[in-house]
């Protein structure tokens, strides 16, 4: 017997996903935070709009949950334009690339995700379709080989990257409508989203609970939104209101400490600090011993601790600092090494 609310085929419950969007603001009066990113984006947009053209390339980037894939909708409705969206992982071919190319309408929004991730072979044909509208195509092989241009309708392209140091110089230097970095959220920012959030959920969260969700949310609206969520739960099943009480109950079950620190997070700290004095200690070394992989420390652990002031990033590795050792209480083991 199949599951009512399970996709076919596997992927997230269509239940789930109907949330997320529902969750997801409808303007950027709506959208919370980023306000130079905002207000950068209406300038860009009412100027184009004015000119009679596509908007130009726009790149976001910074950690994950911040808002970027949000801001694309966003720039979507506010042109009234049909958005494809599509990931970095996802074209593996030229032929790929070539596909979702020839395949848009004037105007229309293309949104890769990941883009950091695209192979070098398909970078290079998006240059030129970037930059002056069109696609090269190479056909045949050998001496025979000959290219010819395709003309493509005129479109806008937004990337999102949780790491843009791995984007090539070139394909950045394209992005001419802007490249913004997403920051951290205030705790005030956050506590408007869980408003809004809770409103478009049915569920009544006391003051005190707003904080308390907000204070362990990482700063981050994506990581806010899926507390309230499991709040929620929690407080369903046991019949009781979503107070600050309640909240905490529920948020340690996941193991979620009062500044947003989860497992881990902390094993990480202590790991740094307990084995390897800490620091400085390279990224390959402490991914070995937590047996992680170094890109999921350096885009998802590492971002929170930097902005608490937990750990730094040397030349020599990541170094704990006194603040991440006073609130985790590891201490540094002795070496137990004797001279013989």
């Known amino acids: 017997m199949s599951t009512p609310n399970k996709k076919k085929g596997g992927g997230p419950p269509v239940e789930e996903k109907?949330?997320?969007?529902?969750?997801?603001?409808?303007?950027?009066?709506?959208?919370v935070?980023?306000?130079?990113?905002?207000?950068?984006?209406?300038?860009?947009?009412?100027?184009?709009?004015?000119?009679?053209?596509?908007?130009?390339?726009?790149?976001?980037?910074?950690?994950?949950?911040?808002?970027?894939?949000?801001?694309?909708?966003?720039?979507?409705r506010e042109t009234k334009k049909q958005m494809k969206i599509t990931s970095g992982?996802?074209?593996?071919?030229?032929?790929?690339?070539?596909?979702?190319?020839?395949?848009?309408?004037?105007?229309?929004i293309?949104?890769?995700?990941?883009?950091?991730?695209?192979?070098?072979?398909?970078?290079?044909?998006?240059?030129?379709?970037?930059?002056?509208g069109v696609l090269d195509i190479v056909i045949g092989k050998g001496p025979s080989a000959r290219t010819i241009q395709l003309d493509l309708p005129k479109f806008t392209l937004i990337a999102a990257t949780t790491r843009a140091a791995l984007i090539s110089a070139p394909l950045r230097s394209r992005f001419s409508g802007g490249v913004f970095r997403l920051e951290f959220y205030s705790v005030k920012e956050i506590e408007e989203i869980l408003l809004r959030s809770s409103k478009l959920l049915g569920a009544e969260l006391a003051p005190e609970a707003v904080e308390e969700i907000a204070k362990r949310s990482r700063a981050t609206p994506r990581t806010a939104n899926y507390f309230l969520k499991r709040c929620r739960d929690f407080?369903?099943?046991?019949?009781?209101?979503?107070?600050?009480?309640?909240?905490?109950?529920?948020l340690e079950m996941l193991s979620?400490?009062?500044?947003g620190l989860n497992p881990t997070d902390r094993k990480y700290l202590e790991v740094l600090i307990a084995k390897f004095g800490g620091g400085?200690?390279?990224?390959?070394?402490?991914?070995?011993?937590?047996?992680?992989?170094?890109?999921?420390?350096?885009?998802?652990?590492?971002?929170?601790?930097?902005?608490?002031?937990?750990?730094?990033?040397?030349?020599?590795?990541?170094?704990?600092t006194e603040k991440a050792r006073a609130h985790t209480g590891v201490q540094e083991k002795k070496s137990q090494n004797k001279l013989i």
């Open 110 to 132: 293309l949104f890769i995700d990941e883009i950091h991730r695209l192979n070098k072979m398909v970078e290079e044909i998006l240059y030129p379709a970037m930059e002056s």
């Open 280 to 320: 400085p200690i390279g990224l390959k070394t402490i991914a070995a011993a937590l047996s992680e992989e170094e890109a999921t420390l350096e885009e998802v652990i590492e971002p929170y601790l930097l902005q608490l002031g937990f750990i730094e990033r040397t030349a020599r590795g990541r170094l704990a």
């Open 18 to 31: 109907e949330l997320v969007e529902t969750l997801r603001p409808r303007s950027f009066s709506e959208y």
């Open 89 to 108: 992982p996802a074209i593996e071919k030229v032929g790929d690339l070539a596909s979702i190319l020839t395949n848009l309408s004037p105007g229309d």
């Open 256 to 259: 979620v400490d009062e500044i």
């Open 33 to 76: 935070g980023q306000k130079h990113i905002k207000d950068n984006i209406r300038i860009l947009l009412q100027a184009a709009e004015e000119r009679g053209h596509a908007p130009e390339h726009i790149l976001f980037y910074g950690p994950p949950g911040l808002g970027k894939t949000t801001l694309a909708h966003l720039i979507a």
């Open 235 to 250: 407080a369903q099943v046991h019949k009781k209101k979503l107070d600050k009480d309640s909240v905490a109950a529920a």
